[in-house]
């Protein structure tokens, strides 16, 4: 009997990685999915091969989208400056990417229906986010009761199931979440302008909130910085 | 004052032509939105294209897909034969694409925020389709709740409207409704099997709807076939 299976959206990042961990040891089999949308660099791709690598995925997706071609974004439009040291303004950031999470949550509907996996983990995260609107569990309960209605299986019956398992953790206690469960976060990237290395720059959003989570778990950040 | 805008998306279809015009009749300023997915002809992407120029677009963007490569359609592998001559089948044709409309959505979605469009129109068909899951009323009314919750605009209170307006429409009132509009028929593409110049294989579910969808509007069939 083959073992229930499960889509997890890879980034390379520590949510994802946790996610997969989790995943793994819910004893699923899972098809890894990652996304090359016009991000500046390739550090958090290299990252999310590496996690794969390890938890001996059934396979591991990239899939291409121009999402970079519609701009609006820090992350994939290069004339828009990351913002450094906190100084992030109010409200949601330039990080922010236009709909994309409901971009790769549409995705990995659309390879759960057809590698029949029953679940899609994503590792959004509500608590320590940027601000970002589609990690609210509102959204997600919302993509949620639109991938009930949106695919074959669904008319026939069959649920794929959004989780979320971190999203109403902090980043402490997704760090000890994870290193319970053997999580290598050295293999992970956060870093919003990592060098090729994959070192981080030690001043983005992503790189404050990753230092502030190993500190609060009380755990050595294991985190290759660029300088220092 | 600049008019409202909205994205249509635009396939190069009699559906998504008509939405065009539509849109256009309705005072908008339309961004069009095609897609190369992994379709195993060009023709109606041409067709978008040439749609596109004779409504004098703000522009049409042309985003690059990998759903073909996640396969599971007779429209996106080739080794899927697509049926013909009513042979279709019970239950949903091969001919249906993974999650395409929630993918495609998701990407309108991100074009609109980025351009500031209050609406997005897809000419989805609830009536004379062909069973797909993702063009039933119950699907838009979700993905419109998402959209709600998906986007900064929608966290800043501004709406982005789903619009589809043939969704209850038989296709002869689609054809009515466009003729009566101006719109151009024979620059349209239905076929899933059209060859390198657009003309209609004259035997899938989509040349035989269309084909009734003429004979019931009592209008002469414009389409360009290969035989015949």
Known sequence: MSADKAVVLLSGG?????????????????????????????????????????????????LQLDLGSLGGSALTDTSIPVPENGDTGDGIPVTYVPARNTVFLAHALALAEVTGARSIYAGVNAVDYSGYPDCRPEYIAAFQALADLATKQSIEGERVEIRTPLISLSKAEIICAGVELGVDYALTVSCYQADEQGRACGRCDACRLRREGFAGAGIADPTRYQQG
Chains 1, 2 share one sequence.
């Open 14 to 62: 520590m949510d994802s990685a946790t996610c997969l961990a989790m995943a793994k040891a819910a004893g699923l089999e899972c098809h890894a999915l990652s996304f090359r949308y016009g991000q500046s660099h390739d550090a958090e791709l290299n990252a999310a091969a590496a996690l794969a690598a390890q938890y001996r995925v059934i396979d591991h997706r990239v």
